[in-house]
C-alpha cells in the first residue's frame, strides 16, 4: 500500500506545484470522535439490522434452491419412501449453461479488455497490465463459474472488489567468479564451461512484496442493498441509503485487524470476549450450508466467529479545523448498538464502492432479481417423487407376494422362501401374486420434467441431451430452431454480466492500481496482433488520464455463424468497384487480422500476419555488428539490399585477411548476403505483379483462380456438397444476422 494516503490526488510529473492536502485524511478514525456521530451510527446499525430481518424469508428460500442445485432431498418432497434418490435436473442444466456462458465471457484467443483514449491510440501498455491482473486474480476459473451459478441459483450477481499484498521472504543462490570478488586482476572472467573451483556462491535473502487486485463472489444473503427499491449502488447512496456485506471473521482475523489499526483496539478486545457467548441475532449463513453439502461439518466444540457489518454508506462528517460539514463516503465495521469496530472515510481514491452488485434479470421496482432456480424448483420435487415412487414398486414387483389360508395351510412357517424350499401346503389355498412395475411410468414424468426444466433455463440439446423426453428424434428444422434461441439467450445473459460486472470490475482493477502499486513491474505486452514475445515496463499511471474500459471477451468470441458471414461478406465487398464508394478507401487488413486472430489465436497470429510497422529495419552498421558476434539477424522487407550486400561483402573481405576469426562467423554473413540477394528478387515478383494485378479480382490479369469463389459471390459448395464439419447452414441463419433466407420452390428443392 502506498506510504502517503493523504494526498487527494497524484500530481502532473510535468508540473511543480504540490497537491494540497486533506484536512481529514482517510485513515483517520471517527467511530468514538463525538456523539452525533455514534448516535447517527446507531440509528445506521438498527436499519441495516431491519433490512437483514426483511430479506430473511428470500434468505430461507434461497437455501432451499441451494438444496435442489446440491442435490439434498429436503421437507419440500412430498413421498417419503424407502428410496432416496435425487435427480440431478436443475444442476445438470445450471452447469451447462455456467459452461456455456463462461466460454463466451472468457473466449479461448485469450483478449479480455478493450481500451479506448481520448487522443484515438490504443494504449497497448495499459490494455496488457489489465490482461496481467486478470490472469493474476483468476478470473476465468476462480470466479466466473461461482459467480454464473450464484446469479441462476439466487437471482442475483455480487462480488467484492479489493487489494491484496503478500510479503515473501526469499532466498537464492548468487554464483560470482574469483574475478568479480577481488580476485586476481590478471585473471580473465572464467565462463561458463569453467571448472565451478573457480567460482564462489553467495546466498542472497530479500523480502519481496507481491500485490494484485482480488475479486470475492459474494452471497446474496450477504449483500444488502437500502432502500431495497434503488436501481444502482450509486442511486442507493445518493438517497441517503447504504450498502452492507455480513463478513464472519474468526478470532485470528480479529487479532490481525487490531494489530494492523483497521479498528478500535477496546472495542475489538470486548468482542473478542464475546465469541464464546450466543449470538445476538441469526441470520441465513450460506457457507455453513455449501461446506455441509461438501462433507464438511462443525460440531459443538467448532471456533466460533464474529457477525461484522461492513457498511459503506454516506455521512455528515465535520472538518475538525474548518467546522464545516461535508457528506463523505465512508466505511463502518459494526457488530451492534454501540459496538462500532471502526468508521473511516473510503479507502479508496476512486472514491467507489467495492461492492458490485446486478441482477440476472431486471425487475422493475426492486434491486435484486429472481432466482432462476424458482420456476424450476416444483419441477424438481415431482421428478424425485416420481422416480422414488417408481423405485419402490420396482423392489417391490422383483419380489412376489404369497396368498394362503392359515387355517387351511397350518404350518406357514416353513414356507420361508429358499433354495430348494418344499412347501407342505395346499397348492388349491396357496397362490402367487405380484405388484405392478410403475418404474417405466415415473421415468416418462422424469424426462418429462427433465424437458420442462431445460425449457425454463433455455438449455439446448448441444448442452443436455434431451431425444428422450419427446419420444421422437427431431427434425433438422427444430434442431436448428433450439440453435438460434441458444445464441440469443446466450448474448442476452452474457451482456448483462459485461456491462454490469466485467467492465466494472476492470476499471477497479486500473484504479486499485493506481493507487496502491507503486513499483514498476514487468508483463507480457499485448499488441494489436495479439501476445508479442517481449516483455515491457509499465510505470504507475497518471490518475489524470482519461481511458473508457470494456470487457472485450463477450465481442471477440465469435460464433461459427457470424464468422461465415464475415468470411462472405468479404468476398462480396472485394468485388465491389472502387468507383462506386467515392470518397472512402476499401481497408481489409483489421477484417483479416481478426479472422486471423480467431482462427490461430493471439500467440500465431502475429507470426503468420505481421505487422511491418513492429518490425523496424536494422542499419548495415549493426547487423555487421550482430554478424561478427555470431548473431544471426533477420532482414527486413523496408532494406535496402544492394547496400546491405555491399557492406556485408566489405566485413567479410576484412574478416578473412585477419586474423583469429571465430569459425563459423564467414558462412554466416555468406548465409545472410545471399538471404538479401533472394529478398531483392521476390521485391522485383512482387512489384511485377502488382503492375498486372492479381487474378480473380476487380482489374486483375485472369478469369480467376481455380478452388476460389468470383468475386461478389458467397461462398457455398455445389449441390451435392458437403459443409465441412461444424458448419451452420444456410438455412439456419436467423433473421438476427441480416441475411435473407433461401427461397424454395413446390417441390422442395
Not at 463523505?328 to 452488485?357: E, F, Q
Request: glycine share 8%; proline share 6%.
Amino acid at each position: 500500500m502506498a506510504k502517503s494516503l493523504r494526498k487527494s490526488a497524484r500530481s502532473d510529473p510535468g508540473e511543480d506545484n504540490t497537491p494540497e492536502q486533506p484536512k481529514l485524511a482517510r485513515d483517520d478514525e471517527l467511530a468514538g470522535s463525538n456523539e452525533d456521530l455514534d448516535k447517527e451510527l446507531d440509528e445506521l446499525f438498527e436499519d441495516v439490522s431491519k433490512g437483514f430481518q426483511d430479506q430473511w424469508d428470500r434468505s430461507n428460500e434461497q437455501i432451499d434452491y441451494w438444496e435442489v442445485f446440491n442435490c439434498k432431498l429436503g421437507q419440500n418432497q412430498f413421498y417419503a419412501g424407502n428410496s432416496k434418490i435425487f435427480v440431478p435436473i436443475v444442476r445438470n442444466a445450471i452447469n451447462a449453461r455456467k459452461t456455456r456462458f463462461a466460454n463466451q465471457i472468457f473466449p479461448i484467443a485469450g483478449r479480455y479488455v478493450e481500451c479506448t483514449s481520448e487522443s484515438g491510440d490504443k494504449p497497448y501498455a495499459l490494455m496488457s497490465l489489465l490482461e496481467h491482473y486478470v490472469r493474476k486474480s483468476q478470473l476465468r476459473t476462480r470466479v466466473a463459474p461461482p459467480l454464473c451459478v450464484n446469479g441462476d441459483v439466487e437471482g442475483q450477481y455480487n462480488v467484492y472488489v479489493s487489494w491484496v499484498k503478500n510479503e515473501r521472504h526469499v532466498v537464492w543462490k548468487v554464483t560470482k567468479s574469483a574475478f568479480e570478488m577481488g580476485g586476481k586482476q590478471d585473471n580473465p572472467v572464467p565462463d561458463n564451461d569453467d571448472k565451478a573451483e573457480d567460482q564462489i556462491e553467495d546466498i542472497k535473502e530479500e523480502i519481496v512484496f507481491h500485490g494484485y487486485p482480488h475479486v470475492e463472489v459474494l452471497a446474496d444473503a450477504d449483500v444488502l442493498i437500502l432502500p431495497q427499491t434503488a436501481d444502482t449502488v450509486e442511486e442507493a447512496l445518493d438517497v441517503g441509503g447504504s450498502v452492507t456485506v455480513l463478513r464472519r471473521w474468526s478470532k485470528t482475523k480479529l487479532k490481525k485487524m487490531i494489530r494492523d489499526g483497521d479498528i478500535r483496539e477496546e472495542i475489538g478486545k470486548n468482542l473478542l470476549k464475546e465469541l464464546t457467548s450466543e449470538k445476538k441475532m441469526e441470520t441465513v449463513d450460506k457457507a455453513k450450508h455449501m461446506t455441509e453439502a461438501a462433507g464438511i461439518r462443525t460440531g459443538r466444540g467448532g471456533s466460533r466467529h464474529a457477525q461484522v457489518y461492513e457498511i459503506w454508506t454516506k455521512m455528515a462528517i465535520k472538518d475538525p479545523d474548518t467546522k464545516q460539514t461535508d457528506r463523505r463516503i465512508v466505511r463502518v465495521l459494526s457488530t451492534g448498538t454501540n459496538m462500532h469496530l471502526s468508521c473511516k472515510r473510503n479507502p479508496y481514491w476512486s472514491d467507489k464502492v467495492p461492492v458490485i452488485s446486478v441482477p440476472v434479470e431486471k425487475v422493475q421496482g426492486a434491486f435484486k432479481g429472481v432466482s432462476k432456480v424458482k420456476a424450476c424448483a416444483d419441477i424438481q420435487y415431482q421428478a424425485n417423487d416420481a422416480v422414488n415412487e417408481g423405485m419402490d414398486s420396482l423392489a417391490y414387483a422383483l419380489m412376489p407376494i404369497v396368498m394362503t389360508d392359515p387355517n387351511r395351510n397350518p404350518r406357514i412357517g416353513s414356507m420361508v422362501l429358499s433354495l430348494a424350499a418344499v412347501w407342505e401346503t395346499d397348492p388349491k389355498s396357496t397362490q402367487l401374486a405380484k405388484f405392478p412395475n410403475l418404474s417405466k411410468d415415473a421415468l416418462e414424468i422424469v424426462s418429462v420434467c427433465k424437458g420442462q426444466v431445460a425449457e425454463t433455463l433455455s438449455v439446448s440439446p448441444a448442452a443436455i441431451t434431451q431425444q428422450g423426453m419427446t419420444g421422437k428424434k427431431r427434425s433438422q428444422a427444430e434442431v436448428a430452431q433450439e440453435q438460434q434461441v441458444d445464441i440469443l439467450t446466450t448474448a442476452d445473459v452474457v451482456t448483462v454480466q459485461e456491462e454490469g460486472v466485467w467492465t466494472p470490475i476492470l476499471q477497479r482493477f486500473i484504479e486499485l492500481d493506481h493507487q496502491f502499486r507503486d513499483k514498476a513491474i514487468t508483463i507480457r505486452q499485448f499488441g494489436e496482433m495479439g501476445t508479442k514475445a517481449e516483455m515491457q515496463r509499465i510505470e504507475p499511471i497518471q490518475f489524470d488520464r482519461r481511458y473508457a474500459f470494456r470487457w472485450f471477451g463477450v465481442e471477440a468470441a465469435r460464433t461459427q455463424q457470424q464468422v461465415q458471414l464475415q468470411i462472405a461478406a468479404v468476398n462480396v465487398v472485394r468485388g465491389i468497384p472502387p468507383q462506386q464508394y467515392e470518397g472512402y478507401r476499401l481497408n481489409l487488413v483489421p477484417v483479416i487480422s481478426l479472422l486471423i486472430e480467431n482462427a490461430f489465436g493471439p500467440r500465431l497470429a502475429p507470426l503468420i500476419f505481421e505487422n511491418m510497422a513492429d518490425q523496424m529495419p536494422v542499419p548495415a552498421e549493426q547487423e555487421n555488428i550482430l554478424l561478427q558476434s555470431g548473431f544471426e539477424p533477420p532482414t527486413h522487407l523496408m532494406d535496402d539490399d544492394d547496400q546491405h550486400v555491399v557492406s556485408h561483402s566489405m566485413l567479410m573481405q576484412m574478416l578473412q585477411a585477419g586474423e583469429g576469426v571465430q569459425p563459423g562467423v564467414i558462412k554466416k554473413i555468406q548465409t545472410h548476403i545471399w538471404s538479401h540477394i533472394q529478398q531483392k528478387q521476390k521485391k522485383q515478383a512482387m512489384a511485377m505483379q502488382a503492375q498486372q494485378g492479381a487474378p480473380g479480382v476487380p482489374g486483375g490479369a485472369g478469369p480467376g483462380v481455380a478452388g476460389t469463389p468470383r468475386a461478389g459471390a458467397v461462398p457455398a459448395p455445389g449441390r451435392p456438397g458437403q459443409q465441412p464439419p461444424g458448419a451452420i447452414h444456410q438455412d439456419t441463419i436467423g433473421p438476427q444476422s441480416g441475411a435473407p433466407p433461401r427461397l424454395r420452390n413446390a417441390g422442395g428443392m
